[in-house]
């Protein structure tokens, strides 16, 4: 098996297995043989077929995205940063999401240039939740990502007739036939010969799932040995809901149903109890998350666009809660999305130390592992997963560089990462994604975009065509 030697890193992210976290070094080598790591430390004395100079370059281990959809929300770039309906919460998921999807072909162009940012922005893991579609296991498997792969399915959808009540329309089966078609995708792809994909089992939405359907999944999930994931406690809608079908809050019913494991991912978590847009008769919700033992999908750009926040990522953290980071919309920018966490954390706590940079990497890192049920990716040590983000420490934005992992994610961002190695492989390098042509698919996914506008006033409630629903940002002057 080749042998490839990142020499003289003048930064590495390394892992101390003493303090069981990560830490600095200097001027070390990174080595790894195949798809694993041989050596992280200094002067490598074995012999290597690839000499990697690490003069001027900071090495991170890849980035764990934890929960997001690149199958549908590249394509709302530009259509849904100023929505938010309030009547509905401020969420948009209800009468902005439904008029404005890509179709098959865009499905698949959305997909690719979500994966290639992803990539650019040093993920090497990501939990992508999507519609089974045709093809999706080749494509995730082409873009070289570790793809785990998460098949939605549920027993309703939602909808407004009028813009300010959500109804649900149950389907005859409790969505039976999503289920068998979603376990067909998690089979597939755990048995795939390339051996980076794994799958979770997720239901949709604790709204739209009967109870039959999450025990399905939740057995389907533990006979597999595999994680579930679902969306919960994700908006003020849902949490009216859930208590006025079971009297209960969201994370209290999961509990009841027995839902709430360590294996479990619930996305996004943000209405609990405690949360100051509620008015509930109980303060447990947290210490039931935290003894649980699940985690929280933490995908704060998405939210902060429509005024809500997790209150707060240093509340969570301090109860003894799991943590990890998803991108959920766009942009698939990770490195981004970390910053957004430590900011708004700041924000909702008015404290700086809610979340500083190391709690945030943590979380993007060896909290997404915890998640994953993986001790193996996340952290650059000895037998883990050569996944890991060569960042370039001359690039302007990197400069000064006193702390880098500071310099990376409140500055330089996706710009600053150079090469990108996902099981030893070099997936992008010189800032170019080599898997999967970018361009290309933008320009589809224009295409995509503009085959999807014409289509928005038959499918909006209020028959409000896409420049009425989401005006330009300033008069269009002929």
């Not at 003493?18 to 002067?43: E, K, M, W």
């Not at 130390?353 to 945030?360: G, L, N, P, R, Y």
């Not at 150079?418 to 010189?430: A, I, M, Q, T, Y």
């Amino acid at each position: 098996m080749k042998t490839t030697l990142i020499r003289n890193a003048d930064w590495v992210v390394g892992w101390d297995d003493y303090t069981q976290s990560h830490c600095y070094l200097r001027n070390a080598d990174v080595a790894f043989q195949g798809n694993t790591i041989i050596h992280v430390g200094p002067a490598f004395a074995g012999q290597a077929q690839e000499i990697v100079d690490g003069s001027e370059l900071l090495v991170i281990p890849g980035l764990i995205d934890i929960h997001s959809h690149p199958g549908s929300e590249a394509m709302n770039k530009g259509f849904a940063e100023d929505l938010g309906n309030p009547r509905l919460g401020m969420s948009g998921l209800y009468d902005y999401m439904p008029v404005f999807s890509p179709d098959q072909d865009g499905a698949r162009a959305a997909a690719e240039v979500s994966y290639s940012e992803l990539l650019k922005s040093g993920v090497t893991t990501l939990v992508d939740l999507s519609p089974p579609y045709a093809g999706w296991l080749e494509l995730i498997a082409t873009s070289g990502l570790r793809g785990v792969l998460a098949p939605m399915h549920r027993s309703a959808r939602w909808f407004t007739r009028n813009g300010h009540v959500v109804e649900y329309e149950w389907s005859k089966d409790g969505g039976q036939a999503d289920f068998e078609a979603a376990l067909e995708v998690v089979d597939n792809a755990l048995c795939h010969e390339n051996g980076r994909l794994s799958a979770m089992m997720t239901p949709s939405q604790i709204d739209t799932c009967t109870p039959e359907l999450l025990a399905e999944n939740l057995n389907a999930a533990r006979e597999r040995k595999i994680p579930l994931h679902t969306h919960a406690a994700q908006s003020l809608v849902e949490f009216q809901e859930i208590t006025r079908r079971h009297g209960v809050t969201p994370i209290r019913w999961l509990a009841d149903q027995g839902l709430l494991t360590p294996e479990t991912i619930i996305a996004h978590g943000i209405f609990l109890d405690t949360h100051s847009w509620i008015s509930w008769g109980t303060r447990d919700d947290l210490d039931i998350l935290a003894d649980s033992g699940c985690s929280i999908a933490h995908c704060p750009n998405v939210f902060f666009r429509h005024g809500i926040m997790l209150e707060d990522f240093g509340l969570y953290r301090q109860a003894g809660i799991n943590l990890a980071i998803g991108t959920d919309t766009f942009p698939h920018n990770m490195i981004e999305e970390i910053r957004a966490a430590a900011l708004v954390a700041r924000i909702a706590s008015r404290r700086v130390e809610q979340a500083k940079t190391a709690d945030v990497f943590n979380a993007a890192t060896i909290g997404g592992a915890r998640a994953l049920g993986r001790d193996d990716v996340g952290r650059l040590s000895v037998g883990a997963k050569a996944d890991l983000v060569l960042v370039d420490m001359s690039d302007p934005t990197m400069c000064p560089s006193r702390d880098p992992l500071r310099s990376l994610i409140f500055t330089a961002a996706d710009r600053a990462v150079r090469d990108v190695f996902v099981d030893g492989n070099r997936v992008v390098e010189n800032r170019r994604v080599l898997t999967l042509d970018y361009e290309d698919a933008s320009q589809r996914l224009q295409q995509a975009a503009r085959r999807a506008e014409p289509k928005v006033a038959a499918l909006d409630w209020g028959h409000r065509d896409i420049n009425e629903l989401s005006p330009p940002t300033f008069p269009i002057v002929d």
